[in-house]
C-alpha cells in the first residue's frame, strides 16, 4: 500500500508571491510591523519619524527579499510533500533574513547618523532579527498550513454534498422521459424509437459528472433534446420560443441548471393547458452577470404558492450557492398568468473556469 503524502498545491500552503496581490499583501503587513516596532522603542518622540523610516525601509527590503526567493523556489517545491515544503520555506526565510539584517546593519553604519541606531553590534543585531523572524516566519507558516488544510476540508465537503445533489436531480429528470416514453409507446412506436435515441444522448449527458460547468450551448442543446422529447408527447401543444444571443454561449453554467427548469415548466404550466402552450426560455447580458429566464403560462385554475414539489429548484438552489457563494441566484416569480424562474449567474467564459468536479 502506498503512504507517500500526494503532490501538494501552493497556491493554498504558500501564497503566490509571484502575483502582485500577494506580495502588496505582504508589504502592507511590514508597514504595520514597523510601526508597531517604532511605537516600541525609544520614547523620545523627535527619534520616531526617522525610525519608522529605517525600520519600514529594512522591513521591506526584507519582505521583498522573502518574496522573490518564495517566488522562485515555487517552480521546485511543486512535486514536494506539505512537511518540506513547510520547513524548506521557514529555512529560505531565514536565510534572507540572516542576509538582509547583515547587509542592513553593514549599510547602515555607513550612511545613517549613530543616533538612529540601537547601538548594537552586528552580531547582536543579526541575531535579534533572526530571533523574530524565526518566530514570526513560523507562525505565518503554521497559519497558512491550516488555512490550507481547512479549505481543503471545505472543498472535500462541498465536492460530496455537490454530487449528492446532483444526483438527485438527475433521477427526476430520468424518470420523468420514461413515464413520457411509456406513454408514448403504444400510440406512436416509430416516434418511441425515435425518442430512445433522443433519450440516449440525454442520459449520456446527464451522468456525465466529469465537469460542473459547462458551456450555455451545451446546455441548451440539452433542453432541446428534452423539448423534442416532450413535443414528440404533446405535439403541437408545447411550443418553444428561444431568444439569446450569440455573446453569452460560450458562458459557463452548471450542467442541468435550465433543463430542470424548462421540465417544471412542462409538467405544472404546459401540460396543464387546455390549449397550446408556449415555453420561453431567455438570456441577456447584465454586465458582469447574466440573467436566464424561464417562462410559461399558468393554468386558468393554478393556486398561487402552487409551485409543486420544489425539489429540482431547491437543489438547483443549492447547487448554485455551492458553486458561487453569494454570486448567483435563483428568483421564482407569477404575475399575469405567466410563472418565470430567473437565474443570475456570474459571466465565466470557456476555458477559464476553475469550477471542475
Not at 502592507?28 to 523610516?53: H, I, K, N, Q, Y
Not at 425515435?194 to 451545451?218: G, I, N, Q
Not at 418565470?340 to 477559464?352: M, Q, S
Request: hydrophobic share 50%; glycine share 6%.
Amino acid at each position: 500500500m502506498n503512504t507517500s503524502q500526494p503532490s501538494i498545491d501552493l497556491q493554498g500552503l504558500i501564497p503566490n508571491f509571484c502575483q502582485w496581490r500577494s506580495l502588496l499583501t505582504l508589504m502592507v503587513l511590514m508597514e504595520l510591523v514597523a510601526v508597531v516596532l517604532t511605537l516600541a522603542g525609544p520614547a523620545d518622540a523627535s527619534l520616531f519619524p526617522a525610525r519608522f523610516m529605517l525600520i519600514s525601509l529594512y522591513l521591506q527590503w526584507l519582505a521583498i527579499s522573502v518574496a522573490g526567493v518564495l517566488c522562485v523556489a515555487r517552480r521546485w517545491l511543486l512535486v514536494a510533500r506539505a512537511r518540506i515544503v513547510f520547513f524548506v520555506s521557514w529555512g529560505l526565510i531565514l536565510a534572507v533574513t540572516t542576509i538582509v539584517s547583515d547587509l542592513g546593519y553593514r549599510l547602515a553604519q555607513l550612511v545613517i547618523d549613530q543616533v538612529y541606531l540601537s547601538g548594537e553590534t552586528r552580531y547582536q543585531f543579526v541575531l535579534r532579527n533572526l530571533a523574530i523572524s524565526a518566530i514570526v516566519g513560523l507562525m505565518l507558516l503554521r497559519y497558512f498550513w491550516a488555512r490550507d488544510q481547512w479549505r481543503s476540508q471545505v472543498t472535500a465537503e462541498g465536492e460530496a454534498r455537490y454530487q449528492a445533489l446532483h444526483a438527485r436531480i438527475r433521477p427526476h429528470f430520468l424518470f420523468n422521459s420514461l413515464n413520457s416514453l411509456a406513454a408514448l409507446i403504444p400510440i406512436k412506436p416509430a416516434a418511441a424509437e425515435m425518442m430512445v435515441e433522443d433519450l440516449a444522448d440525454l442520459f449520456r449527458v446527464s451522468l456525465d459528472t466529469r465537469h460542473r460547468l459547462v458551456p450555455l450551448h451545451e446546455e441548451l442543446d440539452l433542453v432541446r433534446k428534452y423539448l423534442r422529447i416532450e413535443q414528440t408527447r404533446l405535439g403541437a401543444r408545447l411550443g418553444a420560443d428561444w431568444d439569446v444571443p450569440e455573446s453569452l454561449m460560450n458562458a459557463q453554467i452548471p450542467l442541468l441548471t435550465i433543463q430542470p427548469l424548462v421540465e417544471n415548466a412542462v409538467y405544472h404550466g404546459v401540460a396543464k393547458v387546455a390549449g397550446a402552450a408556449t415555453i420561453a426560455v431567455r438570456a441577456q447580458d447584465n454586465g458582469h452577470h447574466m440573467l436566464i429566464d424561464v417562462e410559461n403560462p399558468l393554468p386558468p385554475d393554478d393556486e398561487p404558492g402552487h409551485t409543486g414539489s420544489r425539489t429540482a429548484v431547491e437543489n438547483i438552489a443549492q447547487r448554485l450557492r455551492l458553486i458561487y457563494g453569494e454570486g448567483a441566484t435563483l428568483a421564482l416569480d407569477r404575475s399575469e398568468g405567466v410563472f418565470r424562474a430567473r437565474l443570475r449567474l456570474p459571466i465565466v467564459d470557456a476555458g477559464k473556469s476553475g469550477y471542475q468536479a
